[in-house]
C-alpha cells in the first residue's frame, strides 16, 4: 500500500541556517505529494504541493522538487526564521484515492534566535 | 474567508460520559472530514462527508459517531471512550471532491480519563 515517511524530529536549528526535512514515499503509479504545516496552536495548513514528476512546489520561501527516480519530496528553505518553528508534514494522495490522503508522522522544527 | 471553527477547544471526559464535538465552515465547501492526531504518529482519517453524505468511514469504533446536518456543520459524538482515545481531533473541508487542498480547524485537545 502507499505509505510516506518522514525523518524524525525534532529538528533544531539556528536562525538563517538551511533547511532540510526529508519525505520518501511509496505508491503505485504517480501519486500527488504535499507538504502541510500546523503552527502551535492552529490547524494544519497547505504549504505546497507538486502533481507530476519533476515539478517543483514553492511558497513563502519552501521549496521541494517531486523526484520520482527517488520517491523522495524533500523540503528545503535557504534561511529559516523563528516564525518558521512549526510541525511539518509530508503527504501524499494516490491516483486510486478520492479522500484518502496518507500522512507522514510530521517533523517538529525548532527555530533559535 | 472565515475558516474552520471547532469547538470546544479543550475536552475533559470520563469514560461513562457522553460528549459531542462540533465543527463550523464558512468557506462554502462541499466535503467534511475528521481526522484523529495522535502524537508522533501520522493523522488517522475517521469520516468524511460529501454533500452531506459519509463516503468514508475507516474502521472507527462505534463509540464514535459522525453526524452532517448539512454541508456547513460536522459533529462527532463521543459515548463510552477510552483512554487510548484521548488526541487533538481535527476538523477539515475541501472544495474539491479528491480533497487535496483540506482547510483545518485548530482541533479539539480530548482527555479521557
Known amino acids: 500500500g502507499n505509505s510516506v515517511t518522514q525523518m524524525e524530529g525534532p529538528v533544531t536549528l539556528s536562525e538563517e541556517a538551511f533547511l532540510t526535512i526529508n519525505c520518501t514515499y511509496t505508491?503505485?503509479?504517480?501519486?500527488?505529494l504535499f507538504w502541510y504545516v500546523q503552527y502551535p496552536g492552529e490547524g494544519l495548513q497547505l504549504l505546497l504541493k507538486?502533481?507530476?514528476a519533476d515539478d517543483k512546489g514553492s511558497n513563502k520561501g519552501f521549496e521541494a522538487t517531486y523526484r520520482k527516480e527517488t520517491t523522495s519530496f524533500h523540503l528545503e528553505k535557504g534561511s529559516v526564521q523563528v516564525s518558521d518553528s512549526a510541525v511539518y508534514f509530508c503527504?501524499?494522495?494516490?491516483?486510486?484515492?478520492?479522500?484518502?490522503?496518507?500522512w507522514g508522522a510530521g517533523t517538529k522544527l525548532i527555530i533559535k534566535p | 474567508e472565515t475558516g474552520v471553527t471547532q469547538t470546544p477547544r479543550h475536552l475533559v471526559m470520563g469514560m461513562t460520559n457522553k460528549k459531542s464535538l462540533k465543527c463550523e465552515q464558512h468557506?462554502?465547501?462541499?466535503?467534511m472530514y475528521w481526522y484523529k492526531q495522535s502524537a508522533k504518529k501520522p493523522l488517522e482519517l475517521m469520516f468524511v462527508?460529501?454533500?452531506?453524505?459519509?463516503?468514508e468511514n475507516n474502521s472507527v469504533p462505534s463509540r464514535f459517531s459522525p453526524e452532517c446536518p448539512n454541508s456547513s456543520h460536522l459533529f462527532l459524538h463521543l459515548h463510552t471512550l477510552q483512554p487510548e482515545d484521548s488526541a487533538l481531533y481535527l476538523c477539515?473541508?475541501?472544495?474539491?471532491?479528491?480533497?487535496?487542498?483540506?482547510?483545518f480547524g485548530s482541533g479539539t485537545q480530548l482527555s479521557v480519563l
Open positions: 507538486a502533481t507530476k
Open positions: 505508491a503505485t503509479g504517480y501519486p500527488s
Open positions: 503527504a501524499l494522495r494516490g491516483m486510486d484515492s478520492n479522500y484518502q490522503l496518507i
Open positions: 462527508y460529501s454533500l452531506e453524505e459519509r463516503v
Open positions: 468557506l462554502g465547501h462541499n466535503a
Open positions: 477539515a473541508s475541501s472544495q474539491e471532491r479528491a480533497g487535496e487542498k483540506l482547510f
